[in-house]
């Protein structure tokens, strides 16, 4: 096999050492050929305008431009290039920005190089490959984005529920009786998924809902 029939990988990372364990392991790969590599994004952007890369393996966290920017300036460019991310982070914020920006994978560090390869093989096809972990933490952020909204007069009585006074005074603040205030609070658990009344004005804080 030639390597122009081979999948043409660009590796981006800024660690020489990182880099050329993957490289070491991705060309025992008889499909596979690394055909350059890059330490920063700028660079990323330079080799992707000189050579035609198929799938660029991108770490999350480069000097120069942010990958973000990378990205956004790849797909306006080079919308036939599978853009995998290779990073040890799996924060929500990072999940909802990348999946958000069409990248067609997301493999943590952490795991075996044969996942890698896995994923290099899968978006070649078209199609998306993504560590489990990072399949769990979105299928979260799906149903966490179907949540109820809540109410108004909710959103009163966790702010209140937050100053840590009883539902009995909570209620002749607002004129209303304490089995209302326990409805109401009852609804907010239920809808934040909370166990208890401290859970749910934590996770309210975390959801913008209250201050």
Known sequence: ????????????DDHPFIRAGIRSSLEREADITVLAEASSGDQVLELCAKYNIDVLILDLRMPGLPTRDVIYKLRESYPEICIIILSAFEDDIYI????????????????AIEKLVEAIHTVILGKT??????IQKMFILSREENITPPTGREIDILRLIKTGITYEEIGKLLFISTRTVRYYASNIQDKLGAKNRMEAVSKGIEKGWIE
């Open 129 to 134: 490959w993504f560590s489990q972990r990072i």
């Open 1 to 12: 096999m030639s390597d122009t029939e081979k999948i043409q990988v660009l590796l981006a």
């Open 96 to 111: 909802r920005t990348l999946s958000s920006m069409g990248i067609s994978g997301y493999v943590l560090k952490d795991e």
